[in-house]
Nanobody, 124 residues
Framework: QVQLVESGGGLVQAGGSLRLSCAASGRAFSRYDMAWFRQAPGKEREFVARLSWSGDSTYYADSVKGRFTISRDNAKNTMYLQMNSLKPEDTAVYYC?????????????????WGQGTRVTVSS
């Protein structure tokens, strides 16, 4: 299992930007596909974006496509989520997750390591 720690959340006005980071422990990070999920107050956790182990394949939820960019630096064992043009509906706790079996899905059950989450609040 890989240990994951998110950071970079905070309070931002609508239209603003934030960059989230997910720091991973262990040398196997570069072999895992990774993803971001989020959970808004009173709602179920949902998929946001995923990234292949090499960084050359990405997939986004329709709600964030064109505004968010997922990336990784395997040399630093870190994944990022650049969030631009933020909207109040982006308010949520954001979680990073590892897909160690390379299942490449959007299903929560297929991700076997999770961080503790970082809170993003977008004010209108």
């Amino acid at each position: 299992q890989v240990q994951l720690v998110e950071s970079g959340g905070g309070l931002v006005q609508a239209g603003g930007s934030l960059r989230l980071s997910c720091a991973a422990s262990g040398r196997a990070f570069s072999r895992y596909d990774m993803a971001w999920f989020r959970q808004a107050p009173g709602k179920e956790r949902e998929f946001v974006a995923r990234l292949s182990w090499s960084g050359d394949s990405t997939y986004y939820a329709d709600s964030v496509k064109g505004r968010f960019t997922i990336s990784r630096d395997n040399a630093k064992n870190t994944m990022y989520l650049q969030m631009n043009s933020l909207k109040p509906e982006d308010t949520a706790v954001y979680y990073c997750a590892a897909d160690t079996r390379l299942l490449r899905t959007m299903m929560i059950r297929d991700y076997d390591s999770w961080g503790q989450g970082t809170r993003v609040t977008v004010s209108s």
